[in-house]
């Protein structure tokens, strides 16, 4: 019998979930409604930020984040590499440059010391990525910061839910964005969120999600009449729909189970898999509580990954790799980041294997990976 493929992430949806959306396309807001606001106030609640904006993407509630803080041409962002390009790309798009910076070799969260000498009066924000699911060390982050009067950023697009010494994401950073594509922890399809406890910040962004158009009489430069608005900066349609919304909503009451299943199919791997030589399970910071978006282990020896990678694809475990250091994707190199720059970076993206991790795994699923990775390691690691 072959067994059905396990990919390393999958959507869970369930009835309610699509009772939820069909609930709202028979209403009569598809967009701009009442289950976008609902939306916004239970992910502020959730979380614990004063303010949320809910967009069509993470990428696009990075970009307009950016923005919002004063990201603009010939400012930097000292970042990490090991995240999905986006992080950069939104800085690229205000004519801003990423500096990249190295990684804490077993966590893969951004170090800390590494960002202080990357600081320059150029700097418009330190962005951390909380790879995997672990928040990034922002109590270092922070004193870094407030040193240099910039804001944190966190790209939350693993780590909805997870917290630091019992403080939630959200809470973390100055500004923090969600992506809720069908891997991450809870999904509208396409979706992202900005959460913020700056009123300011959080006006800026939902003026930007929607062309910069100005509704509030009160800004107005002038008034033609009741139906009058005004755009008063160039933003982007970067909405979410109240159908997506509707989603969220539903999908966001299950996060504390989805959590939970996600830290318990976690546990079993750091058992299941803790004998096998020649791979290194995922390091935990302390104090931090992980969401686990991603369970990835590396591989000691980077010359046998790809033979472990494909051995366990043959064995329809659908493993992927998280990540490709930004830097090296050829559009970078074409501006010039130097391969080498950020060297553990990519030692750990030469080691790193994702397994199956996601809500919808059953305990057979989860032996299963366990089993096989046991088999697949000594078969191509020793
Ligand atoms: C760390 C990180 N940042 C940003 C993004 C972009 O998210 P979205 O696909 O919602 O635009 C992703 C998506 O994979 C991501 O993993």
């Known amino acids: 019998m072959t067994e059905s493929l396990l990919p390393y992430g999958h959507q869970t949806i369930d009835s309610d979930d699509i009772e939820a959306v069909v609930r709202t396309l028979a209403s009569d807001f598809l967009t ?14 959730v979380s614990g930020a004063s303010h949320a904006a809910v967009l069509n993407s993470c990428t696009s509630a990075l970009h307009a984040a950016y923005a919002a803080i004063g990201v603009g041409p010939g400012d930097e962002i000292v970042t990490s590499p090991l995240t999905f390009a986006a992080t950069g790309n939104a800085a690229l798009y205000l004519g801003a440059r990423p500096v990249f910076v190295d990684i804490d070799p077993s966590t893969g969260l951004i170090d800390p010391v590494l960002v202080e000498g990357a600081v320059t009066s150029r700097t418009r924000a330190i962005v951390a990525i909380d790879y ?24 939350a697009a693993h780590s909805l839910g997870a917290s630091d010494k019992g403080r939630a994401v959200g809470t973390l950073a100055d500004v923090t964005a969600l992506s809720f594509h069908p891997v991450k922890l809870i999904t509208t399809g396409e979706g992202g969120a900005v959460l913020t406890d700056d009123p300011d910040v959080h006006a800026r962004v939902t003026e930007l999600r929607s062309h910069g158009m100005v509704l509030e009489r009160s800004r107005l430069t002038r008034d033609d009449g009741p139906w009058y608005m005004e755009m008063q900066s160039l933003g982007f349609n970067y909405r979410i729909t109240d159908i997506q919304c509707a989603l969220g909503r539903s999908q966001l009451r299950k996060l504390p189970r989805f959590l939970a299943r996600r830290r318990a199919i976690a ?6 898999l803790s004998s096998i030589s020649g791979l290194d399970l995922p390091g935990r910071r302390k104090g931090a509580e992980s969401a686990w978006h991603l369970y990835v282990v590396r591989v000691s020896e980077p010359s046998r990954r790809r033979r472990f990678f494909e051995a366990l694809w043959r064995s329809a475990i659908g493993v992927q790799v998280h990540y490709l250091p930004v830097y090296r994707h050829p559009y970078y190199q074409d501006l010039g980041y130097p391969e080498g720059m950020c060297p553990r970076a990519e030692d750990f993206y030469a080691r790193a294997v994702s397994l199956p991790i996601f809500p919808g795994l059953t305990d057979s699923d989860v032996e299963r990976v366990i089993e096989t990775v046991n088999a697949v390691a000594r078969e191509t690691l020793e």
């Open 32 to 45: 701009t409604g009442p289950e976008v606001a609902a939306f916004e106030a239970d992910l502020s609640t």
């Open 132 to 155: 995997a699911g672990q928040p990034a060390d922002y109590d270092a982050l922070r004193r870094i910061a407030d040193r240099h009067n910039v804001p944190i950023v966190a790209d």
């Open 267 to 272: 546990d079993s791997y750091d058992r299941g």
